[in-house]
């Protein structure tokens, strides 16, 4: 076992929507102005955030979750990304200590017991004071095998406000207030359903991670925030190693304003195999490249670039012939909607691709939101029967007038809503397009799929897939999640 010294963090705090996010993003700024290196993550499955803290480190964020993943890989996963120079931000979900049941499986604080990493809270002021020392006094009390390392007062208005509330917590805890966060009355990030809108639609992503710097840099002690990462106990254990490469294939994926939902590490697995990665713009590339073997479409928000999305019908016509031809394609959520008939939104019809035999519906509440877990029950390009999925799904959009005959859904649902009744993954030919997202240290044989299918299709394998009895020893790289440490 290796040993290693990673300067880390973790931001955590009382609920969802008590400020962490603004938060992290100001404080990883204000840490790179002061010339630190800065390595993000997010815990849970989130792309928005992630984007945003990857935006304001300019480096990758990457993903750590307990539901997905076992312990082991998590603290793979974080030795090979994490750095001895460069502090680790990590920022929870919800509350410290929410997870999927009454015990806080998969919460934000299970996630800082594996990696020993010193939590900073932040807390929602708004119309409290004292009350807020019991908060916190009760996470120590309800969480002893924690470190807390200090609380940030978020919402605060005035000097007598955050007084009471620092002395409160101060004397009843133990815990050093490392400073506030103001409340900021013209200050805004803009939301999209529950959560931000994507950096890549925000027009001015610079100027507001700029504020938040100046925000932290006034109000918040950032020496001792430092010493708390750079104190941080050793880590043992061996970096996360990806398999050697075996072929080369072309696989194209779209990532545009459309389709920005993307873990890097389901891109550098891909890249491990072997696969050249071809980014493609759904809005602005006219025709589909002819040397390609197979195509990834993530998620998005393909409904609010639906209109230069239906504009550009070459690159549609080109697309649904190639699938027509048996190019394999992998899509998720949004990538799946752009593959039916339209996208209804907002009173209007937008024409997609239309080779999937179903058109979407964008609606005003959430149809399916959170973990999701699946098995592979029926015949697919991608993933062997019996294989369970661990993902996650949410989306505001349902699929209407299906042509059920015309598909099949290869996944059964045990959590999760899915496509319809508690069923997902829509097949159709070379297809595989699904609202579950799947992140791959999580779920292996997602790239092992991806990868197969592009060398059958490079290789002139256009017989039925179905038919393939050697789906399961192609690779064999990626069998079981423990083989990627």
């Given at each position: 076992?290796?040993?290693?010294?990673l300067?880390?963090?973790i931001i955590?705090?009382?609920?969802?929507g008590?400020?962490?996010t603004l938060?992290?993003?100001?404080?990883?700024?204000?840490?790179?102005?002061?010339?630190?290196?800065?390595?993000?993550?997010?815990?849970?499955?989130?792309?928005?955030?992630?984007?945003?803290?990857?935006?304001?480190?300019?480096?990758?964020c990457?993903?750590l979750?307990p539901?997905?993943?076992?312990?082991?890989?998590?603290?793979?996963?974080?030795?090979?990304?994490?750095?001895?120079?460069?502090i680790?931000?990590?920022?929870?979900?919800r509350?410290?200590?929410?997870?999927?049941?009454?015990?806080?499986?998969c919460?934000t604080?299970?996630?800082?017991?594996?990696?020993?990493?010193?939590v900073?809270?932040v807390?929602?002021?708004?119309?409290?004071?004292?009350?807020?020392?019991?908060?916190?006094?009760?996470c120590?009390?309800?969480?002893?095998d924690l470190?807390?390392?200090?609380?940030?007062?978020?919402?605060?208005?005035r000097?007598?406000?955050?007084?009471?509330?620092?002395?409160?917590?101060?004397?009843?805890?133990?815990?050093?207030?490392?400073g506030?966060?103001p409340?900021?009355?013209k200050f805004?990030?803009p939301?999209?359903h529950l959560?931000?809108?994507?950096?890549?639609?925000?027009g001015?992503?610079?100027?507001?991670?700029?504020?938040?710097?100046?925000?932290?840099?006034e109000n918040?002690?950032?020496?001792?925030?430092?010493?708390?990462?750079?104190?941080?106990?050793?880590l043992?254990?061996?970096?996360?190693?990806?398999?050697?490469?075996i072929?080369?294939v072309?696989?194209?994926?779209?990532?545009?304003?459309?389709?920005?939902?993307y873990?890097?590490?389901?891109?550098?697995?891909?890249?491990?195999l072997g696969?050249e990665?071809?980014f493609l713009d759904?809005?602005?590339d006219?025709?589909?490249p002819?040397?390609?073997?197979?195509l990834?479409?993530?998620?998005g928000?393909?409904?609010?670039?639906?209109?230069?999305?239906?504009?550009?019908?070459?690159?549609?016509?080109?697309?649904?012939?190639?699938l027509?031809?048996?190019?394999?394609?992998?899509?998720?959520?949004g990538?799946?909607?752009?593959l039916g008939?339209c996208?209804?939104?907002?009173?209007?019809?937008?024409?997609?691709?239309g080779?999937?035999p179903?058109?979407?519906?964008?609606?005003?509440?959430?149809?399916g939101?959170?973990?999701?877990?699946?098995?592979?029950?029926n015949?697919?390009?991608?993933?062997?029967?019996?294989?369970?999925?661990?993902?996650?799904?949410?989306?505001?959009?349902?699929p209407?007038?299906v042509?059920?005959d015309e598909?099949?859904?290869?996944?059964?649902?045990e959590?999760?809503?899915g496509?319809?009744q508690?069923?997902?993954?829509v097949?159709?030919?070379?297809?595989?397009g699904?609202?579950?997202?799947?992140?791959?240290?999580?779920q292996?044989?997602?790239?092992?799929g991806?990868?197969?299918?592009a060398?059958?299709?490079?290789?002139?394998?256009?017989?039925?897939?179905?038919?393939?009895?050697?789906m399961?020893?192609?690779i064999?790289?990626?069998?079981?999640?423990?083989?990627?440490n």
């Amino acid at each position: 076992m290796k040993r290693f010294s990673l300067p880390r963090l973790i931001i955590s705090a009382q609920k969802g929507g008590a400020g962490k996010t603004l938060f992290a993003l100001g404080l990883v700024a204000a840490l790179r102005k002061s010339g630190e290196k800065v390595i993000p993550f997010k815990k849970g499955p989130d792309y928005i955030d992630a984007g945003w803290l990857s935006f304001a480190a300019q480096h990758p964020c990457y993903n750590l979750d307990p539901f997905f993943m076992s312990s082991e890989v998590i603290k793979a996963s974080f030795l090979r990304h994490a750095a001895s120079d460069a502090i680790a931000v990590i920022e929870g979900n919800r509350g410290l200590l929410d997870g999927v049941d009454s015990q806080g499986s998969c919460s934000t604080a299970q996630l800082a017991r594996i990696l020993k990493v010193p939590v900073i809270l932040v807390l929602d002021c708004t119309k409290v004071t004292r009350t807020l020392a019991a908060f916190v006094k009760g996470c120590q009390v309800l969480e002893e095998d924690l470190f807390f390392g200090g609380v940030i007062l978020n919402q605060i208005v005035r000097a007598r406000h955050e007084r009471i509330i620092t002395q409160s917590i101060e004397e009843h805890t133990g815990l050093k207030v490392l400073g506030i966060m103001p409340r900021l009355r013209k200050f805004r990030l803009p939301m999209r359903h529950l959560g931000l809108l994507p950096w890549q639609e925000h027009g001015e992503g610079q100027k507001i991670i700029d504020r938040l710097a100046q925000v932290v840099q006034e109000n918040v002690d950032l020496d001792k925030v430092k010493e708390l990462a750079y104190q941080t106990v050793p880590l043992y254990g061996e970096p996360l190693k990806w398999p050697e490469k075996i072929a080369s294939v072309r696989i194209g994926v779209f990532r545009d304003k459309a389709f920005q939902f993307y873990y890097p590490e389901n891109l550098a697995a891909l890249e491990a195999l072997g696969a050249e990665l071809i980014f493609l713009d759904a809005m602005n590339d006219r025709t589909l490249p002819a040397d390609i073997h197979a195509l990834y479409i993530g998620g998005g928000f393909p409904e609010t670039q639906a209109e230069e999305l239906a504009a550009n019908e070459s690159l549609r016509r080109d697309l649904r012939e190639a699938l027509k031809a048996g190019l394999p394609l992998y899509a998720e959520c949004g990538g799946l909607m752009f593959l039916g008939r339209c996208i209804k939104w907002q009173g209007k019809s937008y024409e997609m691709v239309g080779i999937l035999p179903v058109d979407f519906e964008v609606r005003e509440k959430p149809q399916g939101h959170g973990y999701v877990r699946a098995i592979v029950s029926n015949p697919n390009p991608f993933y062997p029967l019996g294989t369970e999925l661990l993902g996650h799904e949410f989306h505001y959009s349902c699929p209407v007038n299906v042509k059920e005959d015309e598909i099949s859904l290869a996944l059964t649902l045990e959590k999760g809503h899915g496509f319809q009744q508690k069923l997902d993954g829509v097949v159709y030919r070379n297809i595989f397009g699904a609202y579950t997202h799947i992140h791959v240290l999580g779920q292996p044989l997602w790239a092992k799929g991806i990868f197969e299918a592009a060398l059958r299709w490079k290789n002139g394998e256009r017989g039925d897939w179905r038919l393939n009895s050697q789906m399961e020893l192609l690779i064999g790289v990626y069998h079981q999640t423990k083989n990627l440490n």
